[in-house]
Antibody, heavy 127, light 110 residues
Framework: EVHLVESGGGLVQPGGSLRLSCAAS????????MDWVRQAPGKGLEWVGR??????????DYAASVKGRFTISRDDSKNSLYLQMNSLKTEDTAVYYC??????????????????WGQGTLVTVSS | QSVLTQPPSASGTPGQRVTISCSGS????????VNWYQQLPGTAPKFLIY???QRPSGVPDRFSGSKSGTSASLAISGLQSEDEADYYC???????????FGGGTKLTVL
């Protein structure tokens, strides 16, 4: 069974840093792309970024709102995903989910989208 | 302001069929596949539909998806009380080089 468990959330002051972790189990972690998605209190889902697998050179993409401040990394030997968050702003307050990405082709169309999600960890940026 | 546009709310009675729309542009829905998620209150999103109309294992066939041009729809037939949730569409955006979500639709079962 696929299992994703986030940790590392908490209260941090504006301008501060925080590192989130996501422990994965139940699948071959190294084969998969992984995403971070966040949800501000009472708001909708917002994609944060993606890391691809070794076969795709571990390339990363980020949402414009976090680019240059957040860094996604992974350690395949530990089945773990990380999100380093620097220069935090009050608007970064949200529940942060890690998610496995399922990718493939269907009728000639490529898809790559989160399938399994963790339970989330709350990050509060406030003075 | 979300890149993909969904109605903020929808409703139906048990047994009814409801549809939720998702409108985008040529850089997202127009050139990539659409995916749908269901989020029950206080829980993580659940994978509902991928690649426009494919259901992951375990998702009832009451849920179906479609896409035409730069718009997509999620249909729920035989509405049940447990379908009351928030529903989100998502698609990759080639211009933004990222995954974009709709603002979400809150479905109420009357």
């Amino acid at each position: 069974e696929v299992h994703l468990v986030e940790s590392g959330g908490g209260l941090v002051q504006p301008g501060g840093s925080l590192r989130l972790s996501c422990a994965a189990s139940g699948f071959t972690f190294s084969d998969y792309y992984m995403d971070w998605v966040r949800q501000a209190p009472g708001k909708g889902l917002e994609w944060v970024g993606r890391t691809r697998n070794k076969a795709n050179s571990y390339t990363t993409d980020y949402a414009a709102s976090v680019k240059g401040r957040f860094t996604i990394s992974r350690d395949d030997s530990k089945n773990s995903l990380y999100l380093q968050m620097n220069s935090l702003k009050t608007e970064d307050t949200a529940v942060y989910y890690c998610a496995r990405v399922v990718a493939g082709y269907n009728s000639g169309w490529y898809y790559a989208t989160p399938d399994y999600w963790g339970q989330g960890t709350l990050v509060t940026v406030s003075s | 302001q979300s890149v993909l546009t969904q109605p903020p709310s929808a409703s139906g009675t048990p047994g009814q069929r409801v549809t939720i729309s998702c409108s985008g542009s040529s850089s997202n829905i127009g050139s990539n596949t659409v995916n749908w998620y269901q989020q029950l209150p206080g829980t993580a999103p659940k994978f509902l539909i991928y690649s426009n109309n494919q259901r992951p294992s375990g998702v009832p066939d009451r849920f179906s998806g479609s896409k035409s041009g730069t718009s997509a729809s999620l249909a729920i037939s035989g509405l049940q009380s447990e379908d009351e949730a928030d529903y989100y569409c998502a698609a990759w955006d080639d211009s933004l080089n990222g995954l974009v979500f709709g603002g979400g639709t809150k479905l109420t079962v009357l």
